[in-house]
């Protein structure tokens, strides 16, 4: 998909300007203390809480981040709050522990956590951790601003052209379009040429992937054309 890059230029520029930040949620301040030298010591951000429901309430700083989340919490557990993050990819999780067991291992690395460490934790093993954890976040927000660039651009189209293009993106013929709507293949046909105007769509294939992106097609993704 062809987004303009000087639509996230913004994004990009806040994302470089500051640090990432390493949320760090146990209840021993001992253990954050120390990580909280460590994250500053690599050159990132740290954030700690002594609670999941402090970290919870806190509002996030749109920028590549991750947590390093203790299984064992006063309030929640880590297995509770990584279920209350599930589809949160901006938010990569690293599990730390007291002790591992097997299930709760294999829980939490199937629900999506990018590690699992067993106290004492070394610095070597969170330093090897940390950073693909930061950058799968940071492709998360990407994402998410090119979702924001499109949802932007179909706000332009007319309730008309949002009907052409759902017709044609499901693989629906000029004539067809026509057909269902009531008009003329000739103003599906103007219709369709600015809906990839607006859209910016380089192609029709172009067109169909913000289709999917936006998930506004209800029919079968053909790439037939008129």
């Not at 301040?29 to 700690?48: C, F, K, M, T, Y």
């Not at 291992?105 to 699992?116: I, L, P, Q, Y």
């Not at 930061?134 to 651009?153: C, F, M, P, T």
Request: aromatic share 6%; glycine share 6%.
């Amino acid at each position: 998909m062809n987004l303009s890059e000087a639509n996230l230029r913004p994004a990009l520029r806040q994302e470089s300007a500051e640090k990432p930040i390493v949320y760090v949620v146990d209840d021993d301040d001992s253990v954050r203390v120390s990580l909280e030298w460590l994250i500053r010591r690599a050159g990132w951000q740290p954030n700690s809480f002594a609670t999941a429901g402090e970290f919870l309430a806190y509002g996030r700083s749109p920028m590549p981040s991750c947590l390093l989340l203790d299984v064992a919490l006063p309030d929640l557990s880590g297995l509770d709050v990584q279920e209350m993050l599930a589809g949160q990819r901006e938010v990569p999780i690293i599990f730390i522990a007291g002790r591992g067991d097997v299930p709760t291992t294999v829980r939490a690395m199937k629900a999506g956590a990018v590690e699992f460490l067993v106290k004492p934790l070394y610095d070597d093993e969170l330093l090897r951790a940390i950073p693909p954890a930061l950058e799968i976040s940071a492709s998360a927000l990407r994402d998410q601003a090119r979702l924001k660039v499109l949802h932007s651009r179909y706000s332009y189209l007319s309730s008309r052209e949002r009907e052409v293009m759902e017709q044609i993106v499901s693989g629906q013929l000029n004539k067809q379009v026509a057909l269902d709507l009531g008009i003329t293949a000739g103003t599906v046909k103007v219709h369709r040429f600015n809906v990839m105007r607006k859209m910016r769509a380089n192609s029709f294939v172009d067109l169909v992937e913000m289709a999917v992106r936006l998930r506004i097609s209800p029919g079968r993704w053909g790439f037939t054309q008129n």
